[in-house]
């Protein structure tokens, strides 16, 4: 709360004790007044035949500040002032009737009150008193208020600013800690305070953004590492049998066959690691893919499967779909991708002769799509492995097969991308099976 805010309510309050006060005190002199007079006015009843007696006993009942008349069909029988203006006297004409008012003169209040006698008619009795004292007492009211608020608005202020200071105090530890924070070096992190509170929560939460990009940054660094050092091989050959064109390739035509063979084969691999590198960091920054476009699995599937087959013609390839027709939230594009993946490291992996299985089921509102070769297998520490970036089970593996190492990183980034799961079970020597779920459409 801004202290504008404060001194406006503080005012309000102010205004509102004071007409509350002023009122009370008011009406509870008004009172005492009036009972006073109504006593008067029984004794002058009492002896209204005796006007000389009145101006005996009047004095008795005056106070400082006070002026009392006891008016008589027009004419004034009997008066006391001590310290009353006559400029605030009722006419003396006017009519016999109860009145009851607090006026100002002169910046004083006074009080006039007159009530007639019902034993004598024609007769009245007037009590005009100063409330000076009154005022007195509540311009002293008012002082204290100022003084007392001004007291409050001093401690609450001092209490607001240590109260924010200890408040903040966490905040400015957390900023002092982001702004040491070396992009280099993100290994830092906030001491979370044992508490329940909003700091705490907001710690927590800063450390586990801060885990994120840590491991974000460490991904990144570890990708370009080994796409360097992948990218190594290929230009060392290219640059190797230029080297080897340069000295021999004038005079030897079968050298340069080889070379361009080579510098050929190298490119094509060089190339298809780009696409793989571009595909890759694609899926990166779409993240979850909210699905725009359907379509059958089983019918993908199917066409996948046939094309294959026309490539992979030393292999059977056995399709089973699924009873019924399955919708996914998937683009064709990326399952015929995923599809292209999984068969071509299938067949990549697996003996002549031997037998790939593509089956489509579903299990538990899910679409499951499995694919399994008869190949050669993984080891089982390997395993955990496979969907890492340029991740190969075996040196051997890497110089027999040519491939990016790559395939099933970008199979796994484009299941997770549409919401589904992807596991990888293998015996070494025996058989490979690959289980991908995705959601369908209901």
């Known amino acids: 709360m801004s202290v504008s805010m404060l001194l406006a309510i503080l005012a309000l309050f102010h205004v509102f004790v004071y007409k509350l006060s002023e009122g009370m005190i008011l009406k509870t002199e008004q009172g005492v007044l009036r009972n006073k007079l109504d006593i008067l006015a029984q004794i002058a009843g009492a002896d209204s035949k005796e006007t000389q007696s009145a101006r005996t006993w009047l004095p008795a009942f005056a106070e400082a500040g006070q002026a009392i008349r006891l008016v008589k069909n027009g004419r004034v029988e009997a008066q006391i002032n001590k310290g009353i203006h006559s400029s605030l006297f009722l006419p003396t004409r006017q009519p016999s009737a109860t009145v009851s008012r607090v006026v100002k003169h002169q910046g004083k209040r006074f009080s006039v009150l007159a009530v007639p006698i019902h034993t004598d008619k024609g007769t009245r009795i007037e009590l005009?008193?100063?409330?000076?004292?009154?005022?007195?007492?509540?311009?002293?009211?008012?002082?204290?208020?100022?003084?007392?608020?001004?007291?409050?608005?001093?401690?609450?202020?001092?209490?607001?600013?240590?109260?924010?200071?200890?408040?903040?105090?966490?905040?400015?530890?957390?900023?002092?800690?982001?702004?040491?924070?070396?992009?280099?070096?993100?290994?830092?992190?906030?001491?979370?305070?044992?508490?329940?509170?909003?700091?705490?929560?907001?710690?927590?939460?800063?450390?586990?953004?801060?885990?994120?990009?840590?491991?974000?940054?460490?991904?990144?660094?570890?990708f370009v590492a080994d796409a360097s050092h992948?990218?190594?091989?290929?230009?060392?050959?290219?640059?190797?049998?230029?080297?080897?064109?340069?000295?021999?390739?004038?005079?030897?035509?079968?050298?340069?066959?080889?070379?361009?063979?080579?510098?050929?084969?190298?490119?094509?691999?060089?190339?298809?690691?780009?696409?793989?590198?571009?595909m890759l960091a694609r899926f990166e920054d779409l993240g979850t893919i909210r699905g725009s476009e359907w379509v059958e699995l089983n019918e993908v599937c199917g066409q996948r499967v046939r094309h294959w087959r026309n490539l992979l013609s030393d292999r059977r390839l056995i399709f089973t779909p699924f009873s019924q027709p399955l919708?996914?939230?998937?683009?064709?594009?990326?399952?015929?991708?995923?599809?292209?993946?999984?068969?071509?490291?299938?067949?990549?992996?697996?003996?002549?002769?031997?037998?790939?299985?593509?089956?489509?089921?579903?299990?538990?509102?899910?679409?499951?799509?499995?694919?399994?070769?008869?190949?050669?297998?993984?080891?089982?520490?390997?395993?955990?492995?496979?969907?890492?970036?340029?991740?190969?089970?075996?040196?051997?593996?890497?110089?027999?097969?040519?491939?990016?190492?790559?395939?099933?990183?970008?199979?796994?980034?484009?299941?997770?991308?549409y919401g589904g799961r992807i596991t990888l079970d293998s015996r070494e020597g025996e058989w490979t099976r690959v289980e991908v779920i995705l959601p369908i459409s209901h």
């Not at 202020?157 to 070396?182: E, F, H």
């Not at 361009?260 to 094509?268: K, S």
């Open 128 to 222: 005009y008193t100063d409330f000076t004292s009154v005022q007195r007492y509540l311009d002293t009211l008012l002082t204290a208020l100022m003084i007392g608020s001004s007291i409050l608005l001093l401690v609450v202020s001092a209490g607001g600013y240590l109260m924010s200071a200890i408040a903040l105090n966490p905040v400015r530890r957390i900023s002092q800690t982001v702004k040491k924070l070396d992009p280099s070096h993100l290994d830092s992190r906030l001491i979370v305070p044992d508490t329940r509170d909003e700091i705490a929560e907001m710690s927590r939460t800063f450390n586990q953004l801060l885990d994120r990009i840590y491991e974000s940054v460490e991904r990144q660094r570890q």
């Open 230 to 278: 992948e990218l190594r091989t290929p230009v060392s050959v290219i640059r190797g049998y230029t080297n080897l064109l340069r000295r021999w390739g004038k005079e030897d035509p079968q050298v340069i066959k080889e070379a361009l063979e080579a510098i050929d084969q190298e490119a094509a691999r060089m190339e298809r690691m780009t696409a793989h590198l571009l």
């Open 327 to 417: 919708q996914i939230p998937v683009a064709r594009s990326d399952l015929e991708k995923l599809l292209d993946i999984l068969l071509d490291n299938a067949g990549k992996y697996s003996r002549r002769n031997s037998t790939i299985t593509v089956t489509v089921t579903s299990v538990m509102g899910e679409a499951k799509l499995v694919v399994e070769d008869t190949g050669e297998g993984i080891p089982r520490e390997a395993i955990p492995h496979v969907f890492e970036r340029f991740y190969r089970a075996s040196q051997a593996r890497v110089k027999e097969k040519s491939g990016s190492g790559l395939g099933l990183a970008i199979a796994r980034q484009i299941v997770e991308a």
